[in-house]
């Protein structure tokens, strides 16, 4: 059972344009959720939290749609430094206990000149 | 500043061989974890410490142990290695919650051989 699904890409991308993705999620009860960005062996990195409401931070946007399990993604005007692998992340417990969120196998996007 | 520490960055060990990964955080944050990443497999956990003096299994335990030394350090260790431990080893930190996203270490590129 895959708990956070996302698609793998890549998505390729030319350098301003917009760009969005999903990822679904399989527990209804999960409570938090969030996207993180890793680089090429690098530590991932948290992106931005996604709030019930929706949220946007500078050129990036992020949706939950709880009746539907999927969480978005909104990246505008996509700049060369964006390229990156996106991970979706989840916390599945509505306990807020401390044993571990669950990641997706991420994203992958190249924003090309 | 230094966040998560993760030592070494690198390591190649021998099948059967021991070793230590080590893990300081200077955030004082309450908990910590131990994850491996792997190509196709996402970031998966290993154990976690919710806070000082406990620890518990995560998703892929076997083959390691952990001691959480004190509020700060959160060590890994492999017994008797095995080629289908090669991995990148990511330890995290949070507090608060799981509302609130981790920090990561640098991470540990192991290959056993």
């Known amino acids: 059972r895959k708990e956070v699904e996302q698609d793998p890409g890549p998505f390729n991308v030319p350098e301003g344009a917009t760009v969005a993705f999903n990822c679904t999620y399989s527990?209804?009860?999960?409570?938090?959720f969030f996207w993180y960005r890793q680089d090429c062996r690098k530590e991932p990195k948290l992106l931005m939290s996604?709030?019930?409401s929706g949220n946007e931070d500078g050129r990036f946007t992020a949706q939950l749609n709880r009746a539907s399990q999927y969480i978005s993604l909104l990246i505008r005007d996509s700049k060369l430094s964006d390229s990156a692998t996106y991970l979706c992340?989840?916390?599945?417990?509505?306990?807020?206990?401390?044993?571990?969120?669950?990641f997706g196998k991420g994203t992958h996007l190249i924003i090309q000149p | 500043n230094a966040g998560v520490t993760q030592t070494p960055k690198f390591q190649v060990l021998k099948t059967g061989q021991s070793m230590t990964l080590q893990c300081a955080q200077d955030?004082?944050?309450?908990?910590m974890y131990w994850y491996r990443q792997d190509p196709g497999m996402g970031l998966r956990l290993i154990y976690y410490s919710a806070s000082e003096g406990t620890t518990d299994k995560g998703e892929v335990p076997n083959g390691y142990n952990v001691s959480r030394l004190n509020k700060r350090e959160f060590s890994l260790r492999l017994e008797s290695a095995a080629p289908s431990q090669t991995s990148v080893y990511f330890c995290?930190?949070?507090?608060?919650?799981?509302?609130?996203?981790?920090?990561f270490g640098s991470g540990t590129r192991l290959t056993v051989v």
């Open positions: 996604v709030y019930s």
């Open positions: 955030m004082n944050h309450n908990s």
């Open positions: 992340v989840v916390n599945p417990y509505s306990g807020g206990g401390a044993d571990g969120l669950t």
């Open positions: 995290a930190s949070n507090d608060r919650g799981l509302n609130y996203g981790y920090t």
């Open positions: 527990n209804s009860a999960s409570q938090s």
